[in-house]
């Protein structure tokens, strides 16, 4: 991620801990100007640091994203209880209209069942919204939760840097800065 003012990338000096242009021997009999050695604590450090900002910052904006399509969802969901409840209510008073001495028997039996099917559909309907509705209220609390966590997290540096694995600081601080 490190690069030289030369062009060539850094590489690690562990003799004295520091990051240094790979070709700073050839740069300077070149003529070329490099950009000096960087302690290794330093330049971590800092390339963390600012990875963690990043993370952070994406973090807020895909739970407001998120949450932003939940209540909207939720929304939709909504107009759809209602125009089952509507549908619901129509029917079981259509049904409840239905004459028995109009009809012959197996008429009124079949025009019953279907309305009884309507029903149960219907009600099946507003269950499985209602179901969907509550979930995503607990999605929209859960990224809440994750949230006010990673606010935490983020304000103890050091916290953060000790519950981490080397292998995911690698991770996050290659996604979020590529040149440094």
């Excluded at 690690?12 to 950009?35: F, I, P, Q, W």
């Excluded at 009809?103 to 559909?121: G, R």
């Excluded at 219907?122 to 209220?137: S, V």
Aim: charged share 30%.
């Amino acid at each position: 991620l490190i690069r030289c003012s030369c062009g060539a990338s850094y590489s690690v000096n562990l003799m004295d801990a520091t990051y240094s242009c790979r070709v700073k021997h050839n740069a300077v009999e070149k003529g070329l100007s490099h950009s000096p050695d960087i302690n290794i604590n330093m330049i971590e450090s800092l390339a963390w640091y600012v990875a963690l900002q990043e993370l952070h910052e994406d973090m807020i904006n895909k739970r407001n994203n998120a949450k932003e399509n939940y209540e909207k969802e939720i929304q939709v969901y909504n107009q759809k209880i209602a125009h089952s409840r509507e549908v619901l209510e129509s029917t079981m008073q259509r049904r409840s209209d239905l004459d028995e001495n109009y009809f012959t028997k197996e008429k009124y039996e079949e025009l019953a069942q279907k309305q009884n099917d309507i029903i149960k559909v219907e009600q099946g309907n507003i269950r499985k919204y209602e179901a969907a509705i509550l979930n995503m209220e607990k999605q929209i609390q859960a990224d809440i939760t994750f949230d006010d966590m990673i606010d935490s997290l983020n304000q103890s540096y050091e916290t953060l840097k000790n519950g981490t694995d080397i292998e995911t600081m690698r991770k996050i601080t290659h996604r979020y800065i590529t040149d440094i």
